[in-house]
């Protein structure tokens, strides 16, 4: 079981850019999917959760501006993330609770996996 992150980049301030990270094993069941950030010298904080149901939370912070959503028949969640601010600069992290069948047939149940983080930088 793994999650795996895509779409970080470089981008001026007041650009858009789209993140995806995909769940991928035998898994039977996604839960909350997450996406956190860690600023340098700052601790990981979460930026947007949804519910395998689709309600969703975000922080202050990017509230109007960022737009988690998931696909449940591919196991992937996105962040669209626009008007994008320096302060946004941080490694992101996908974070997903998974139910999954491990080596011998063992069934796991909400079991919390983390992605390797990808970079955002806004330029000002």
């Known amino acids: 079981v793994q999650l795996q992150a895509y779409g970080g980049g470089l981008v001026q301030a007041g650009g858009f850019l789209r993140l995806s990270c995909v769940a991928s094993g035998n898994i039977f069941r996604v839960n909350d999917m997450a996406w956190y950030r860690r600023s340098p010298g700052q601790q990981r904080d979460l930026v947007a959760v949804?519910?395998?149901?689709?309600?969703?939370e975000y922080a202050d912070s990017v509230k109007g501006r960022f737009t988690i959503s998931r696909d449940n028949a591919k196991n992937t969640v996105y962040l669209q993330m626009n008007s994008l601010k320096p302060e946004d600069t941080a490694v992101y992290y996908c974070?997903?609770?998974?139910?999954?069948?491990?080596?011998?047939?063992?069934?796991?149940?909400?079991?919390?996996?983390w992605g390797e983080g990808t970079q955002v930088t806004v330029s000002s």
């Open positions: 949804i519910s395998n149901g689709g309600s969703t």
């Open positions: 974070n997903a609770v998974l139910d999954y069948i491990g080596d011998m047939g063992v069934e796991f149940y909400n079991q919390q996996y």
